[in-house]
């Protein structure tokens, strides 16, 4: 366990289902951030939160939307969503957003979402 | 963009040789760092390096940063099996949040 838990592991959705896709942090940091990643694709940023706020949306269709309740869970509510969506969706942390890094991000791993 | 490319896309070596990897980049960054995928994985972080840096080193694990060519390398030293992954390289840019963007990847297979 790299200290950054993502469930469920696995999901298989509808086109007309919702779901939500968890992310827990217990290492202190102050940034989460979710990551979609597609075969063939370079990781996508899609939500960037500092500090339980939202700083970045990279452009993401509004079927994905993001909640950050406290530093250490950020979800990702999925609804009517289409096969193209079917990815692996990482979620990862740092220890600020704002500033130079002087360590990486810690990533979870994964949630494998394929829609039917 | 400042997209990462890496090169090249995969590599196929045997174990105890050396794997070299390499990363270009578009602009100016605060630092770049590399990370290795386990397939269906997460990704995990393996060394970072600052732009006023040129060359780091943890265990097996070589890096070199140019920031006049824009690029980056990575040896791995004695490979292993174990070694088999995607590596990708991710920077970060010098101004606004933070954020890693992250190029394509290695696809590395290292055979016993």
């Known amino acids: 366990e790299t200290g950054v838990t993502q469930t469920p592991r696995h999901l298989v959705m509808g086109m007309t289902n919702k779901k939500s896709l968890k992310c827990e942090q217990h290492?202190?940091?102050?940034?989460m951030y979710w990551y979609k990643q597609s075969a063939k694709k370079p990781l996508e940023l899609m939500f960037v939160?500092?500090?339980?706020?939202?700083?970045e949306n990279n452009s993401v269709p509004s079927r994905f939307s993001p909640e950050c309740p406290n530093s250490s869970h950020l979800f990702l509510h999925l609804h009517t969503l289409q096969p193209e969506d079917s990815a692996l969706y990482l979620c990862?942390?740092?220890?600020?957003?704002?500033?130079?890094?002087?360590?990486?991000?810690?990533f979870g791993s994964g949630t494998r979402l394929t829609v039917v | 963009s400042q997209q990462g490319e890496e090169d090249p896309q995969a590599l196929s070596i045997q174990e105890g040789e050396n794997a070299t990897m390499n990363c270009s980049y578009k602009?100016?960054?605060?630092?770049l760092q590399w990370y290795r995928q386990n397939s269906g994985r997460g990704l995990v972080h393996l060394i970072l390096?600052?732009?006023?840096?040129r060359e780091k080193h943890s265990g097996r694990l070589r890096v070199t940063l140019d920031t006049s060519k824009k690029s980056s390398s990575l040896l791995i030293t004695a490979s292993r099996a174990a070694d088999t992954a995607s590596y990708f390289c991710?920077?970060?840019?010098?101004?606004?949040?933070?954020?890693?963007?992250f190029g394509t990847g290695t696809r590395l297979l290292v055979s016993p």
């Open positions: 991710a920077t970060e840019r010098n101004t606004g949040f933070q954020k890693l963007v």
């Open positions: 990862a942390s740092s220890q600020d957003a704002l500033g130079v890094a002087n360590y990486g991000y810690t």
């Open positions: 939160y500092s500090l339980e706020e939202r700083v």
């Open positions: 602009t100016s960054i605060n630092n």
């Open positions: 290492l202190g940091h102050n940034a």
């Open positions: 390096i600052r732009s006023n840096e």
